[in-house]
């Protein structure tokens, strides 16, 4: 059986767009598709997604510009709060996720992987790819452990590798086997 990653993409703060940099982020290249590559998100629907122990997309997610945003945050410290965490509707066990990704400023959110929707909240479940704003957000300024890229609460990046406020970002996780990789900006984390 597969994986089941658990996947919270983009987050902003209320009524904050978050545009995507060009019309083909989200098409594959002739080349990706012979390569075998998959798009999780098309940039237009939520086809694909589903809320964590839900059937539905919860309706704080949206479309904006073209980037799947979260419009209405949650309290800090409500990771997995109703209606905030998504999931793939397919599984994956062996995988490469690459995504680009920009915070609201004071930002916080993630990637957790490995999921089981067998508890409350998806961070109680699985690893996490930390996205957070290491100088505003609590979680950021509080350790390294917790800076974007990190493996939340385990491992932290050699520094904030995160760019500047308002840019765009490009993570990865891969998993082959028992190996798995954090990169943000092109350095392994």
């Known amino acids: 059986d597969g994986i089941k990653p658990f996947l919270l993409a983009v987050s902003a703060a209320p009524g904050t767009p978050v545009k ?9 290249t ?5 390569q075998g590559w998959r798009l999780l998100f ?8 589903r809320g964590y122990r839900g059937s539905d997309m919860p309706p704080k997610w949206e479309i904006i510009d073209g980037a799947l945003t979260l419009t209405k945050s949650s309290p800090v410290g409500a990771a997995g709060a109703e209606g905030t965490g998504i999931v793939t509707v397919d599984k994956f066990a062996n995988f490469d996720l690459r995504w680009e990704w920009k915070l609201a400023e004071g930002g916080n959110s993630g990637v957790i992987y490995f ?16 996205l957070a704003d290491a100088k505003l957000h ?3 300024k509080q350790s390294p452990l917790k800076w974007s890229s990190a ?17 765009w970002n490009t993570g990865r996780i891969t998993v082959r086997g028992k190996q798995v990789e954090h990169w943000l900006n092109g350095e392994l984390a």
């Open 115 to 130: 999921v089981s929707e067998d508890l409350p909240k998806p961070h109680e479940t699985g690893i996490e790819y930390q």
């Open 42 to 49: 098309d940039g237009k629907t939520t086809a694909g997604w």
């Open 20 to 28: 995507k940099q060009s019309a083909a982020l989200n098409e594959l």
């Open 151 to 167: 493996c939340y609460g385990m491992y932290a990046p050699p520094r904030d590798l995160a760019k500047p406020q308002g840019e």
């Open 138 to 140: 609590p979680d950021g």
């Open 30 to 34: 002739p080349e990706e598709k012979t």
